[in-house]
């Protein structure tokens, strides 16, 4: 059975203070990894697509890499604005299987 | 507006009534899907679909029925709801992307509480 696991559940953050995000994963065959940024009351919203380990990729302050066992969202001097819940996904063949997620606070 | 829509967005129903969520997609998106995020647990896929016609389960699918007759609409069905069914519902959609991947698109999610 294929598993997520993200650490840590919560983040507590100043602004400017880059940290990073962890997400494990076993899947007997990997298509793409994900990921997924959550605002309270919403649907997630897509971030990224990572294919095969040694891939990164950017987007503003966000920077996802991904290894044969595990990916990372790195933030870099975050601001407010990027307070959410960072989900984590994996698909094997047609199925998709999430993380519980990261919440992350940026206090200014 | 490209967009996924369900309906309701709020319900409150009893045990054993029989209701329907429905999700529509204006995008063309092959690709559909069901999922119920609880406290914890994160997302959970119910149902997925490919294609019309085409359905499977997902990791959690007791309790529940799909039907994919249009590309367009996936109604998710509760034959007869229990509590244990009281969850935040997300309908998705996605393109075919590369290696068949899905960069999904979801909708606002309905609440659904069974008492």
């Known amino acids: 059975e294929d598993q997520v696991t993200q650490s840590p559940e919560a983040l507590r953050l100043q602004e400017g203070e880059s940290s990073s995000l962890n997400c494990s994963y076993t899947v007997s065959g990997l298509r793409g990894l994900f990921w997924y940024r959550q605002d309270p009351g919403k649907g997630p919203e897509f971030l990224f697509t990572?294919?095969?380990a040694g891939e990164e990729k950017e987007k503003e302050r966000l920077k996802a890499t991904l290894t044969k066992k595990e990916s990372f969202l790195h933030i870099t001097a975050p601001k407010p604005e990027d307070s959410a819940t960072y989900l984590c996904?994996?698909?094997?063949?047609?199925?998709?299987?999430f993380g519980a997620g990261t919440t992350v606070t940026v206090r200014a | 507006e490209a967009q996924v829509t369900q309906n309701p967005r709020y319900l409150i129903t009893v045990t054993g009534k029989k209701l329907t969520v429905t999700c529509s997609q204006n995008m063309n998106h092959e690709y559909m899907s069901w999922y119920r995020q609880d406290p914890g647990l994160g997302l959970r896929q119910i149902y997925y679909?490919?294609?019309?016609?085409?359905?499977d389960k997902g990791d959690v699918p007791e309790g529940y029925k799909v039907s994919r007759k249009e590309k367009r609409n996936f109604p998710l069905i509760l034959e007869s709801p229990s509590p244990n069914q009281t969850s935040l519902y997300f309908c998705a959609s996605s393109p075919y992307g590369p290696d068949n991947t899905y960069e999904q698109y979801f909708g606002p999610g309905t609440r659904l509480t069974v008492t």
């Open positions: 990572l294919y095969s």
């Open positions: 996904a994996v698909q094997n063949d047609y199925k998709l299987s």
């Open positions: 679909s490919m294609n019309v016609e085409v359905t």
